[in-house]
C-alpha cells in the first residue's frame, strides 16, 4: 500500500487540479468579500442580520454533513441550538456553578451539542427515515418544555441573559467579524470532511448503503461522528445565538426555525456545501425584505420546499453545477487494459477458498437454498447458472453476509465468516457488484470509484477534519488508484463525469472498478454482462479472466451461458436450491440433466 | 378518579388510534408516511366548527360535508405530495413534500381560521362534562366504527380486498392487473375519511385549533410505531393504552413530566424493538 | 369576526411598514416626521392584545395628524409585525433603530420579545415606552430609556392575592397555570404573593393547555381544600374547560386571576352561561363600570367619541386607551422638551407625576419607570364585558 501511496502525481493532472480548486473557491470568496464589505457600507441593522446569517451557517453546516450528505431527514435540529444557547447562557450567568469565562462557556456548549447530537442520532442507526424525522421532532418539543419546566436554571419562560464576549468582540462589529470567522472556519473543515472518503462514504449512505456496506464502511461508526460533528457545530452556534439575541427564552427556539434550517440544505441542494450556504443567506434575509409577509413566511417555506422537491430535486448546487451540462461524448467504446492489473492487484498473500458447507435458507417457507455445498478457489473462476429462482443471487447474498443461514456454514480458509455482517467482507477482502448497478448518481465517477477503497484509509474523521497530512496521503492513495482502477476497466476518459449520465453498460464496468479498489482476494460478480453487447461482454470475460489470473477468487453469477463456458474454470448449476450439477465447463456440457433442464431450452 | 381517568384516556387514544389508522391506510396502498395524517384530524375539528358552527348547517350536513372535504384533501395529497414522489421512494423525498404539504394545510389554516382554539359546536345535547358526556363517547363511537367498517370492507367488499392486495404486494397487484393507481387514490380518500372522523369526533375534546394537526401528527404516529407499520390492530391497542397512559401520566406527575414520560417511552420501544410491539414485514434491501 | 379583523390589521401593517421604510432622505429637523416605531405581535399566537393596542395607537395618530401634527410635524408609524417570536423581535428592533431610525419604540408586547429586544433598545438610547409585565424589564439604572405603561406582574400579584385575602376573606388558595413560560413562572410569584398575606397555597401546578379533560387536576385542587382557584393562563380553552368541570363537578369555588378569563372567546366555549359566573379577573380602576354603570367622566367621555370608529366589541378597552395613552406620551414628549432629542424625551417623561392619561395616571421618576400606581388595579366580574370593559367586582364601593 505504501508503494502506491508515494507515487507522484502527473504535473498536468496536479495543474488541473489546482484550477478546479479555485474555480470551486471563487464562489466562496465572493461571499466572504461581501460580508467583509458589508458593515462600511450599510448600518448596525444590515450587520445584525449578517450576523444572524452567520451563526445559522454555523449550525446548518454541520447539519449539512447530516441531512445533505448523509441524507438522514433531522427536523428538530433546533433542539441543539437551544441546548447550546442555554449552556453557555447559564455557564456564563454563574446562577448553577461559579461564572465561567465566555469562551469556555462556548467550548462546553459544543460538548454538550456533541453529546446530544449523538444520543438523538443514535434512533437513526436502526430506524426508518420517517421515524427518525418524527424522532428528532419529538426530541425538540421536549427539550423546549424541560427549559420551561427546569425554572432553577433556565429561568422557565421568562429565560436567562446571553452571555457578553470579551472585548474586542464585544461590540457589534466585533462580534459581526468573530462569528464570520467561524463560519468560514465551519466552511473549510466541512469542506474537508466532504472531500474525504468520509464525505464520499456519507453519500453512499444515503444513496448506495447495500453498496456502502459492502465496501466495508461502518454505518454506526460514521453517522455517530457526523452526529457528534453537527451537534457541536450547533451548540456552538447556540451560544453566539444567545449572544445575538442578547435574552433567550423558550420562545426563541420555535419549529419555523428548524423548518428554516433543514430547507436551507435541501433548497441548496444535497452533497453540496455552496448551495446550502447561498440558501442560508437568502432566507436569513428574506423575512426581512418580505416584512410586511411575515405571517406567510412559514407558509411560503413550505410551498418553496414542495416546489424544490417536486421540480428540482437537486436544489440550487444543480442549477449552478454547469460542468455537468457539458456535452459528453455520445459515441464511447469501453476498451479495458488489464496489463495494469497488476499495479493493483499485484503483491496480496493468497489465502484459502471460500467454502460453503450445507447453507440452508428459505423466505417464508420456500427453501431458496437447500443444502447446497460451494468452494470458491483463489485464482479460480468459478460459474454459477441456474434457472430464475434457483438461488444464485442468494448464495451470492449468503457468502456476502445479508443474510443469514439457518443451517451450514460459510468459511475462509478456515476461518468462519461472520453471518449477518456485510461490512465485514471488505475488510476480508472480498468485494462483490450488483445485478442493478447501486451507484451515487450525482457524484462523479472517480468519486464512486474511491468509494471502493475508503476503508483501505489511514487518517481519522478528526484529520479529515483539519486537512492533516495523513489525510492528504489517504486522498492521494484513493485518487491514484481509483484512476488506475478506472483504466483498467476501460472509462478512464470519463473519471469526472456525472454517474447518473453513463450508460448502463458503462455501469456494469464502474462496478468492477469500484470493487477492485478493495485490492479484492474475491470478487463476487452478479450478472456482469446482463444488456452488454456482444463486444461488451467480450471484453468483460477477457477483465475477468485477468482478474482471476492474479490470484482473485472469481465468483460469476449469469444467465450468458457462453461467456460462463468461456471464461469459467469451475462451474455449479443450481436448480431450485440445490446443486444439479458442478464441474468444469466441458462436463456441464455434456451433462444430460443440465443439457434436458437448462441449456437444451 | 380512575373512571375519569379512563375515561378520558380511551377518548383521546380514540382520536391517536384513528390517526394511526389514517397513516397505515396511506401507507399499505403507497408505502409512504404522510405528515397529513395530522393535519386531516386538523382538519376535521375545524371543518366541522366551520360548518356547523360558524355557518351554522345542519350537524349531519357539516358532518358529511367535512367528511367529504377530508377525503379532496387526502386525495390532493396523493396528486401533489405523493405520486410525484413515488419513482423514487428509496430517496425518501416523500418525507419532505408531504412535510410541506401538511405545513402549507396548516399555516393556510393559521392565518384563516384563527390561531386560537375555537369552539365546536354540541352534536347530541349531552353535555354534562361528566362520564355521560358526548365529547368523551363521541371519539370512543368513532374508533368502533371504524373498526367495524374497515373490517367489513376488508372482508366482504372486492374493492376492499384490492387494498389488501396491494397492501400484500403492489407489484404483483399490477400485474393481476388492479388499477393500482385508482386504488391508491381510493385508499387516500379513506384515510382522509378516518382523519376527518376522528378530528370531528373530538372537536369538543381537542376543540378547533391549527396546532392540532402537529400534535395528532406526533401522538398518532406513536400508536403506529408500537403498533407496527401497517399493522391496524396495533395501530388501536396502542393509541388505546397510550391514551391511557397519557392520562395516567397526566394524572400522576402532570403537566411536562407526561410529555417527557410519552417521548421516553416511545424511544425506548423502537429502540428496543423497531418492528413495533406487534410486528410489521420486514424490508428485503437485497 | 376574527378572520376580517386579522386581515384589516394586517394590510394597514403592510401599508405603514411601506412607507416608514421608504430611505428616509436626511431632512431638515423641522419638517421631519415623527417616526414612532412600534414594535406589534400582530399575528401568531397571543396577537389579541397588539391588535387592541393598534386600534389606539392608529385612532391617536391620525388624531394628531388631522390636528396639523405636533409643531408642524406628522407622527409617522414605522409597524413591524413580529408575531411574538423574539428572534424577529430583535431583527425589528434593530431595523427601526439603525434603517428607519425612529425617534421612540412603544413595544414590544410579549415577555420573550421585550426581555430580548429591551437591551438593544436600551443600548442605542431610544425612548421607549412598552405594555408588557415582567418584572425585571424596568430597570432604571440599566435601562434608563425604557418605561412601563402597565402594570408589573408583582403589580398583578399582589392584587390578585390582596382581593383573595383581604375582599373574599378566603385563607386557602389553588394556584395554576398554564405549561408556557408565563404560566409556570406565575404560578410561582402569585403563590409567594398569597404566601406574603399569611395565606395557605394548598395546590400549585401546571396544566398543558391541550389536555382534553381537567376532571383529574380539579378533583385534586378540591381534595387538597382549595377555597379559590387562581389561574395563570391566557389559554380560553384551558379556561373554559376548567369553569366546565367546575360546573359538572358542582364545586362552588370562585376563580380569580388573570384578564383572558374575561375574553369573549372563553363566552363562547363554554357549555352554559352560568359557568361563567364567579369569576373575578384583573381590571383596571379608569376601565371598569362602577355601580351606575357608568365609566370614569374622562374616559367615558372618549368612549363615546369614538362610538362606530373603533370596534370595541371584539377586544379589551384598556388595549385601546392604552394604545392611544402611548402616541400620546411620546407627542407630548416631542412638544414639551421641544424636538426629538432622546435624551430630552427621556428627562421629560422622568418628571411626569403623574401624566394624566385615558387608561391611568402614569408617574414616573428617575429612579421608578413603573407607571402605574397600584391603587389603579382593581378586580372585575369576568362575564360582565361591554364594549370591552368590565364590571367591578364585589367588595369594592
Not at chain 1, 187 to 194: D, K, L, Y
Not at chain 2, 18 to 30: D, H, K
Not at chain 2, 145 to 164: C, P, Q, W
Not at chain 2, 211 to 218: C, D, I
Request: with cysteine; glycine share 12%; aromatic share 8%.
Amino acid at each position: 500500500m505504501s508503494a502506491v501511496t508515494n507515487a507522484p502525481a502527473r504535473p498536468a493532472a496536479a495543474k488541473r487540479g489546482s484550477m478546479g480548486m479555485l474555480r470551486q473557491l471563487l464562489p466562496f470568496l465572493g461571499i466572504l468579500a461581501a460580508a467583509l464589505i458589508l458593515p462600511a457600507v450599510s448600518n448596525d441593522y444590515w450587520t445584525l442580520i449578517a450576523t444572524r446569517a452567520a451563526i445559522y451557517w454555523v449550525l446548518v453546516s454541520g447539519l449539512n454533513l447530516v441531512v445533505g450528505f448523509a441524507g438522514q431527514l433531522a427536523i428538530g435540529w433546533v433542539a441543539m441550538l437551544t441546548l447550546g444557547a442555554y449552556t453557555t447562557s447559564v455557564l456564563v450567568l454563574g446562577n448553577v456553578t461559579t461564572p465561567f469565562p465566555a469562551f469556555v462557556a462556548l467550548a462546553i456548549a459544543s460538548a454538550v451539542g456533541a453529546v446530544f447530537g449523538f444520543i438523538v442520532g443514535l434512533p437513526a442507526l436502526r430506524l426508518r427515515t420517517f421515524y427518525f424525522a418524527m424522532t428528532t421532532l419529538g426530541f425538540a418539543t421536549i427539550v423546549t418544555q424541560i427549559a420551561l419546566a427546569w425554572q432553577d436554571v433556565t429561568g422557565g419562560g421568562i429565560g436567562v441573559p446571553g452571555p457578553v464576549l470579551p472585548a474586542p468582540f464585544d461590540t457589534i462589529i466585533g462580534f459581526y467579524l468573530f462569528c464570520l470567522g467561524v463560519a468560514v472556519f465551519c466552511t473549510w473543515i466541512t469542506a474537508n470532511v466532504a472531500h474525504s472518503r468520509f464525505g464520499r462514504s456519507l453519500v453512499a449512505i444515503r444513496d448506495a448503503d447495500v453498496a456502502a456496506e459492502s465496501a466495508g464502511i461502518s454505518k454506526p461508526l460514521l453517522l455517530g461522528s457526523v452526529f457528534l460533528f453537527a451537534g457541536a457545530c450547533a451548540g456552538f452556534a447556540g451560544g453566539l445565538f444567545a449572544t445575538l439575541q442578547s435574552y433567550i427564552s423558550p420562545e426563541a427556539f420555535t419549529f419555523e426555525l428548524s423548518v428554516m434550517f433543514f430547507i436551507s440544505i435541501l433548497i441548496g441542494g444535497r452533497g453540496s456545501i455552496l448551495g446550502p450556504l447561498i440558501a442560508t443567506i437568502v432566507l436569513t434575509w428574506l423575512p426581512e425584505f418580505a416584512a410586511p409577509l411575515v405571517v406567510w413566511s412559514t407558509f411560503l417555506y413550505a410551498a418553496l420546499l414542495l416546489l424544490i422537491v417536486l421540480a428540482v430535486p437537486g436544489g440550487i448546487a444543480s442549477l449552478l453545477d454547469f460542468r455537468s451540462r457539458r456535452k459528453i461524448e455520445a459515441d464511447r467504446t469501453i476498451i479495458p487494459r488489464p496489463e495494469l492489473l497488476p499495479e493493483i492487484l499485484g503483491d496480496r498473500t493468497t489465502p484459502g477458498a471460500i467454502t460453503l458447507k450445507n447453507v440452508v435458507l428459505s423466505f417464508g417457507g420456500v427453501r431458496a437454498i437447500d443444502g447446497l455445498d460451494l468452494a470458491i478457489e483463489p485464482g479460480q473462476v468459478h460459474g454459477l447458472i441456474g434457472p430464475n429462482g434457483s438461488g444464485k443471487t442468494t448464495t451470492l447474498n449468503v457468502i456476502c453476509g445479508f443474510y443469514r443461514p439457518e443451517a451450514g456454514s460459510v468459511t475462509l480458509g478456515t476461518k468462519p465468516l461472520a453471518v449477518g455482517a456485510p461490512h465485514t467482507r471488505a475488510a476480508e477482502g472480498i468485494a462483490r457488484t450488483f445485478q442493478t448497478p447501486r451507484l451515487i448518481g450525482e457524484a462523479s465517477v472517480l468519486q464512486n470509484v474511491m468509494v471502493g477503497g475508503a476503508i483501505r484509509g489511514q487518517g481519522s474523521f478528526v484529520e479529515s477534519l483539519l486537512s492533516l497530512p495523513r489525510h492528504r496521503r489517504d486522498e492521494a492513495m484513493l485518487r491514484h488508484d481509483a484512476m488506475l482502477a478506472l483504466n483498467i476497466v476501460g472509462l478512464g476518459g470519463l473519471a469526472e463525469v456525472r454517474a447518473d449520465r453513463l450508460q448502463h453498460s458503462e455501469l456494469r464496468f464502474l462496478e468492477i472498478a469500484r470493487a477492485l479498489m478493495l485490492r479484492p482476494r474475491f470478487l463476487l460478480l452478479d450478472e456482469p454482462a446482463a444488456g452488454l453487447s456482444v463486444e461488451e461482454i467480450r471484453c468483460l470475460g477477457l477483465l475477468i479472466r485477468a482478474i482471476s489470473r492474479q490470484g482473485t477468487g472469481v465468483l460469476l453469477v449469469e444467465h450468458h451461458a457462453d461467456l460462463i463456458f468461456d471464461i469459467c474454470d469451475h462451474v455449479t448449476v443450481l436448480n431450485l436450491g440445490r446443486e444439479l450439477a458442478a464441474g468444469t465447463p466441458a462436463e456441464i456440457r455434456v451433462h444430460s440433466e443440465v443439457v434436458s433442464a437448462y441449456l437444451g431450452s | 378518579m380512575l373512571p375519569a381517568i379512563l375515561l378520558s384516556g380511551l377518548a383521546v387514544g380514540a382520536v391517536y388510534a384513528l390517526i394511526g389508522v389514517t397513516y397505515n391506510v396511506m401507507f399499505s396502498a403507497s408505502r409512504v408516511m404522510s405528515f397529513t395524517a395530522g393535519q386531516l384530524g386538523m382538519l376535521g375539528g375545524v371543518l366541522g366548527a366551520a360548518f356547523i358552527g360558524v355557518l351554522g348547517l345542519p350537524s349531519i350536513v357539516g358532518f358529511v360535508l367535512t367528511l367529504a372535504g377530508c377525503a379532496l384533501v387526502g386525495v390532493a395529497t396523493e396528486i401533489i405530495a405523493v405520486r410525484p414522489v413515488l419513482k423514487s421512494l428509496e430517496q425518501h423525498l416523500y418525507v419532505l413534500s408531504t412535510l410541506a404539504l401538511a405545513l402549507l394545510i396548516q399555516q393556510f389554516t393559521a392565518i384563516n381560521w384563527s390561531t386560537e382554539p375555537q369552539p365546536f359546536p354540541t352534536l347530541l345535547g349531552f353535555r354534562d362534562g361528566g362520564v355521560g358526556d358526548e365529547k368523551f363517547w363521541l371519539p370512543i363511537a368513532a374508533c368502533a366504527a371504524t373498526v367495524v367498517g374497515l373490517e367489513l370492507l376488508y372482508r366482504r367488499t372486492l374493492i376492499g380486498r384490492a387494498f389488501l392486495a396491494i397492501a400484500e404486494d403492489n407489484f404483483a397487484a399490477r400485474a393481476l392487473g388492479l388499477p393500482e393507481r385508482n386504488l391508491r387514490m381510493a385508499s387516500y380518500a379513506l384515510a382522509g375519511v378516518i382523519g376527518g372522523l376522528a378530528g370531528f369526533a373530538s372537536g369538543q375534546l381537542l376543540l378547533a385549533f391549527f396546532a392540532n394537526g402537529a400534535m395528532l401528527n406526533f401522538y398518532g404516529f406513536v400508536p403506529v410505531a408500537l403498533g407496527g407499520l401497517g399493522n391496524n390492530r396495533g395501530a388501536i391497542i396502542s393509541g388505546l393504552g397510550l391514551g391511557v397512559f397519557q392520562q395516567a401520566a397526566n394524572f400522576t406527575v402532570g403537566g411536562v413530566f407526561a410529555s417527557v414520560a410519552v417521548f421516553s417511552v416511545f424511544i425506548i420501544v423502537l429502540l428496543v424493538a423497531p418492528q413495533g410491539l406487534f410486528g410489521a414485514p420486514a424490508q428485503r434491501r437485497v | 369576526m376574527k378572520i376580517t379583523r386579522r386581515g384589516l390589521t394586517l394590510g394597514g401593517a403592510g401599508l405603514a411598514t411601506a412607507s416608514g421604510l421608504g430611505l428616509s432622505a436626511p431632512a431638515l429637523a423641522q419638517s421631519e416626521p415623527i417616526r414612532i416605531g412600534w414594535l406589534a405581535a400582530l399575528t401568531g399566537p397571543s396577537s389579541a392584545p397588539a391588535i387592541g393596542f393598534d386600534r389606539g395607537i392608529r385612532h391617536a395618530t391620525d388624531a394628531i395628524n388631522a390636528a396639523g401634527g405636533i409643531g408642524g410635524r406628522q407622527i409617522e408609524l414605522v409597524v413591524r409585525d413580529t408575531q411574538g417570536d423574539p428572534t424577529k423581535a430583535v431583527n425589528a428592533a434593530q431595523e427601526m433603530i439603525s434603517r428607519a431610525r425612529v425617534h421612540a419604540i412603544w413595544g414590544p408586547t410579549n415577555s420573550g420579545e421585550s426581555l430580548a429586544t429591551t437591551p438593544i433598545i436600551g443600548r442605542a438610547k431610544m425612548p421607549n415606552l412598552h405594555p408588557c409585565f415582567v418584572d425585571t424589564l424596568i430597570d432604571p439604572a440599566r435601562y434608563p430609556n425604557a418605561f412601563r405603561m402597565a402594570p408589573s406582574n408583582s403589580q398583578i400579584d399582589d392584587a390578585v392575592s390582596d382581593y383573595g385575602v383581604n375582599i373574599l376573606k378566603l385563607k386557602k388558595f389553588a394556584v395554576v397555570g398554564d405549561t408556557t413560560g408565563y404560566g409556570t413562572t406565575t404560578v410561582n410569584s402569585s403563590s409567594a404573593a398569597f404566601a406574603k398575606r399569611n395565606a395557605e397555597v394548598v395546590y400549585r401546578g401546571q396544566i398543558d393547555a391541550t389536555q382534553p379533560d381537567l376532571t383529574p387536576d380539579m378533583l385534586r385542587m378540591r381534595n387538597a381544600g382549595a377555597e379559590a382557584i387562581t389561574i395563570w393562563t391566557v389559554s380560553p380553552g384551558l379556561i373554559s374547560r376548567i369553569m366546565n368541570v367546575r360546573a359538572t363537578m358542582g364545586w362552588d369555588v370562585p376563580l380569580i386571576g388573570h384578564p383572558a378569563m374575561g375574553s369573549g372567546e372563553v363566552g363562547q366555549l363554554i357549555a352554559k352561561p352560568q359557568n361563567w359566573e364567579k369569576t373575578y379577573i384583573l381590571g383596571f380602576k379608569n376601565c371598569s363600570y362602577g355601580p351606575d354603570g357608568k365609566l370614569p367622566g374622562h374616559v367615558q367621555t372618549f368612549v363615546d367619541s369614538i362610538q362606530g370608529k373603533i370596534n370595541l366589541d371584539d377586544s379589551t378597552l384598556w388595549w385601546i386607551v392604552c394604545g392611544v395613552d402611548a402616541i400620546n406620551v411620546i407627542a407630548s414628549a416631542v412638544r414639551e422638551s421641544g424636538g426629538t432629542d432622546p435624551l430630552k424625551m427621556i428627562d421629560f417623561w422622568n418628571k411626569q407625576n403623574p401624566y394624566p392619561g385615558l387608561y391611568a395616571s402614569y408617574t414616573w421618576t428617575p429612579q421608578q419607570h413603573n407607571g402605574l400606581p397600584q391603587s389603579d388595579l382593581v378586580m372585575s366580574e369576568a362575564n360582565s364585558q361591554r364594549q370591552g370593559a368590565y364590571k367591578l367586582a364585589p367588595g369594592y364601593v
